[in-house]
């Protein structure tokens, strides 16, 4: 059936053609969303009639090409909403998120097709080399006369570490999520098909004649569409951790595996180009680690027989990519013997194979009689089927009957004892082929890949909270009598010095059969399993302990002492397995954070321990509990200035310091693009390490597709080497950080003002946002909430804090105590402008804080955050709450007229043209799906109240879930959930 010809929203077109500084034509972009909502309005009329279709583009049409609601009261807009069943309004939230979703799709094809565009225009000589590509790096190193020693002694150390994290704030399903990348490969050659369609001169007002295979696919892209309208977009379960970590591990399978080999002849092409005579960095300088299954922190479903069946679904997974690259190879190398020379090596190695593995010698030795690679390779092949088969034994059992499976003997050469046995026979290979003067790229490749993946994937990190431990401890020396006074009684210097003393025994403090409380045995148990992990798994899978909400030195002591207790941390050499890592987090953390460490350096015990690793620290600095408490200028600042003076006090102890960075996906809790923020960072904390968190909702955006993958990647080993090697001058001038100082003073002060100190904050928060309703989604294992039933802030958890404010339009964690903190350090003197468009320019941290502000307000829309307010607001405190309104919005505006003075724009992003048509396009569409979901909540929350109107018309079940498909829209079209 042919599609019905509709005209496209002159707003989307408008939008559009407003872009003049794109590397590929407006002209594709335009066609693309030409045909996109041809195809979505044809499969709606289809499925919800032609009435349906009219009234979504009606409420489209009552917004403004600039995406901003109209002023209050839209009485046109309210009539048109409040005049929709409940049943028109779940179809027209359900059709607006998809909707968002194909608009991600071709956004995301055409950033991924620019930077292909851009590659060519520089191999052409036709535009320069882009910052953040290693091809622009090593010129520029080349011209600022970097020595080039310095250039091979920072490759040589470069670590750069991505943390996928267990916060699934990714709300979109899986199901959907493979549902939308089939419709990403269809529209990928439909595009192709199309090719030359689209110029300048075309009339969108109809579509161009398409041949018959580009028709016939353009159907199959409708049908689909339509399997996805008809597919529900809600879990029906609350996800379990081993869920999570399925969606998460996803990336892995479809793109990262064979990512990584890619970034490294990137990064090899570019340095020879430029230093022929430097080394490349090693193979797996860009490594990858999970919070999956074993972040523990205020997620109670994260047992330790979780975190053993994570790392075994990470082997499993790891060791089928390998089975299918092997089986690639056996069919790519028919090398015949009676061609070329086989080393005398892989000749033994045959020998031995046979006489150790006679049963695969007997079904292969003659097929392969002439081919000895390929015997090779099965012999390979039948020891990694063996290694998945044992693994997979292990996870069924569990850890803690993980010794039924004998442990492999030295003798048992029919499994891999790890991976490095496995590379080693692969080398094997390469090493004969390069005899005969062969090569093979997809040998190179794999052995890359088993370098930096091994037989674990991705390093797992075990995280918990600092009083859980101390809890532990208390339970401990209390039921068997070891102190005089209960240990949580004992002030810090006396916890310090006990604790010292503990640590240097060789006697067991923790008996081998538990009869403590159940998380204290628990606690117990995960340091037990982190043992048993790494003498199955190697250390490699799991050696680095994190402590959040640390706050003293006695909190490191604690897990040093439970790993000790584990068998991780010998008393007798001061050696251990596992690293222990404090995440300062609230602000008063970041401020003790230097004090904390120098205590520790300060300890023999704890310097001895840090020799044995290289005098290597790591600690985390968290942005998300930190910005919820201070604000976000505050808290970009002081995590700043931690990083300043962590930085100095490591060198002066001798000690390499590396910042694990834990940002969330969203402005609001550290996110933004990660290569402005790795060189907003002061330029001494990073010497070529560094480690990441990647938020599930930014997994998505930057790990569908290979090609913006390898960008992703390429800006953030560009950033750490840029970084490194050109830091910012900035940090050498102290009457910068003075004026910084104090306007994050007077932010922060701002912030706590109404956040922490308006006794109206909590309630005003609750009933104009979404924050209930949110709870109610099931998109994540770990609770809202730390404290179950409580609805203090200080309970709420980061993610649900910022995506609540993101949902009514907001977003005020992310810009809130800003303009009132400029606009007073203006007005002092007329000429502080001029220092303040100065730091915009040339102060990377400034500009790229100035940047993130500028993106979230143009991402707010203040009239529909009103509109939450008038419909959600209790009629008793209508005037309350919209007193409290005015006072967010004053300071709204009060920002953005001081951004736009510092950044010399006229309109906000101005300066991002593609990022300004990327909000642009969506919020158009978003408002009339905002003014929706508020009639929903609005219903939903009226439903108790009115028991005998309500019931009889709608179930709480059906409100519920009309509103969580707001949600799940609204995330869609911000591209922005917590």
């Known amino acids: 059936m042919s599609s019905p010809t509709f005209s496209l929203s002159e707003s989307l077109i408008q939008i559009v053609n407003q872009e003049t500084d794109l590397r590929l034509s407006d002209s594709r972009l335009r066609y693309r969303i030409k045909i996109i909502e041809e195809l979505w309005q044809s499969v709606l009329v289809q499925e919800c009639g032609q009435g349906m279709v009219d009234l979504l583009l009606q409420l489209r049409s009552m917004c403004s090409p600039e995406g901003q609601a109209p002023q209050y009261p839209a009485q046109e807009v309210l009539k048109v909403v409040e005049s929709l069943s409940l049943e028109e309004s779940i179809t027209a939230a359900r059709a607006f998120a998809i909707y968002f979703q194909l608009i991600n799709i071709i956004e995301q094809q055409y950033e991924q097709e620019e930077q292909q565009q851009a590659q060519i225009d520089r191999i052409k000589g036709e535009s320069k080399f882009l910052d953040g590509t290693f091809r622009w790096l090593f010129p520029e190193l080349k011209r600022q006369n970097v020595p080039p020693r310095f250039i091979q002694d920072l490759i040589d150390k470069l670590d750069i570490r991505l943390v996928f994290t267990a ?26 098909l199309t090719d030359g369609t689209y110029s300048d001169d075309i009339d969108y007002g109809q579509m161009m004649p398409l041949s018959w295979e580009a028709e016939n696919l353009r159907e199959q892209i409708a049908d689909e569409i339509r399997l996805w309208w008809h597919t529900d977009e809600l879990n029906q379960s609350k996800p379990t951790v081993i869920d999570e970590a399925d969606y998460t591990l996803h990336y892995f399978d479809e793109v990262l595996y064979d990512a990584i080999p890619d970034l490294y002849e990137r990064v090899e092409k570019a340095l020879t180009e430029t230093f022929p005579h430097l080394n490349p960095p090693k193979y797996n300088f860009c490594k990858f680690g999970s919070w999956v299954g074993s972040d523990r922190d205020g997620n109670p479903s994260v047992k330790p027989d979780i975190t053993w069946r994570t790392a075994c679904y990470q082997r499993g997974l790891v060791i089928e990519k390998y089975i299918s690259s092997v089986n690639g190879l056996v069919r790519l190398l028919s090398v015949s013997q009676n061609l070329i020379d086989i080393s005398t090596d892989l000749l033994t190695s045959l020998g031995q194979d046979q006489t150790h593995m006679p049963e695969v010698y007997n079904q292969f030795a003659v097929r392969y009689r002439q081919e000895p690679y390929r015997l090779k390779l099965q012999y390979i092949l039948k020891r990694l089927r063996n290694t998945r088969d044992r693994n997979d034994r292990l996870n069924e059992i569990g850890w803690q009957a993980a010794d039924q499976v004998m442990p492999i003997k030295p003798t048992d050469h029919s499994v891999y004892s790890g991976a490095k046995d496995f590379e080693t026979e692969l080398r094997l290979v390469a090493n004969s082929l390069k005899g005969s003067g062969l090569h093979c790229k997809a040998l190179q490749t794999l052995i890359r890949q088993v370098e930096v993946y091994g ?100 909190d490191v002591l604690e897990v040093l002492l439970l790993a000790k207790e584990a068998g991780l941390y010998n008393p007798a050499t001061g050696t251990g397995s596992v690293s222990v890592v404090p995440l300062f987090e609230t602000v008063e953390d970041l401020q003790g954070a230097k004090r904390i460490m120098q205590e520790l350096f300060d300890l023999r015990l704890y310097r001895n321990y840090l020799n044995h690793h290289e005098h290597r ?192 339009r907001f977003l005020l964690p992310s810009w809130y105590g800003v303009g009132t903190a400029i606009d007073e350090f203006l007005q002092q003197h007329p000429e502080h402008l001029t220092l303040m468009q100065f730091f915009y320019e040339k102060w990377p941290f400034f500009r790229t804080t100035i940047s993130k502000v500028e993106m979230t307000l143009a991402k707010s829309d203040l009239q529909i955050a009103r509109h939450y307010v008038r419909e959600l607001a209790p009629a008793a ?35 991002d043209p593609s990022l300004q048509r990327s909000v642009q396009l969506r919020n158009g569409s978003i408002v009339p799906l905002g003014f929706i979901q508020a009639a929903l909540i609005k219903r939903l929350r009226q439903y108790n109240s009115d028991p005998i109107n309500l019931r009889s018309r709608y179930s709480r079940t059906e409100l519920l879930r009309g509103a969580l498909l707001t949600i799940n829209g609204i995330a869609a079209g911000m591209r922005n959930t917590g």
């Open 455 to 554: 037989f674990h994937l991705a390093n797992l990190d075990i995280r918990q909270e600092s009083r859980k431990h101390s809890g532990a401890i208390t339970e401990i020396t209390s039921s068997l009598k070891i102190l005089d006074t209960p240990y949580d009684q004992l002030s810090e210097s006396e916890k310090v010095n006990w604790l010292t003393k503990e640590l240097q025994t060789l006697r067991p403090l923790i008996p081998a059969d538990l009869h403590f409380g159940d998380f204290t045995n628990e606690i117990i148990e995960t340091f037990r399993m982190l043992a048993k992990l790494q003498q199955e798994f190697s250390i490699e899978i799991c050696n680095t302990y994190i402590i959040s909400m640390s706050e003293s030195v006695s």
């Open 877 to 911: 405190k209508q005037e309350l709450y919209m007193q409290l309104f005015e006072q967010i919005a004053n300071e709204y505006y009060r920002t953005c007229k001081i951004i736009l003075q510092i950044t010399g724009h006229h309109q906000l992003l101005d300066g």
């Open 617 to 808: 620290q790591e600690v985390m600095l968290g942005y998300s509990d930190s910005n919820k408490d201070s604000g976000f200028l505050s808290s970009n600042w002081e995590i700043y200035k931690a990083q300043l003076s962590l930085q100095k006090l490591a060198e002066q102890y001798g000690i390499w310091l590396c910042i694990f960075h834990g940002r969330g996906g969203s402005v609001g809790r550290g996110g933004g693009p990660t290569y402005q923020a790795i060189l907003a960072q002061p330029g001494r904390s990073i010497k070529g390490a560094i480690k990441i968190t990647e938020q599930g909702e930014v997994l998505a955006s930057k790990y569908s597709l290979l090609e913006i993958a390898l960008h992703n990647l390429e800006t953030v080993a560009t950033g750490v080497i840029q970084a490194a090697l050109l830091p910012s001058s900035s940090d050498t001038l102290g009457s910068w950080l003075q004026t910084l100082e104090d306007l994050a003073t007077r932010s922060r002060q701002v912030y706590r003002e109404l956040i922490h100190e308006n006794p109206n904050l909590v309630d005003f928060f609750h009933e104009v946002t979404p924050i209930e309703e949110i709870s109610h989604l099931q998109i994540s294992s770990r609770p809202a909430r730390r404290s179950a039933g409580k609805k203090d802030l200080s309970s709420l958890r980061a993610i649900p804090w910022v995506f609540s404010w993101t949902q009514s």
């Open 167 to 192: 916060h699934p704030t990714e709300i979109v399903r899986h199901t959907i999520r493979d549902k939308q990348r089939q419709i990403a490969v269809m529209l990928k050659e439909l595009d192709r």
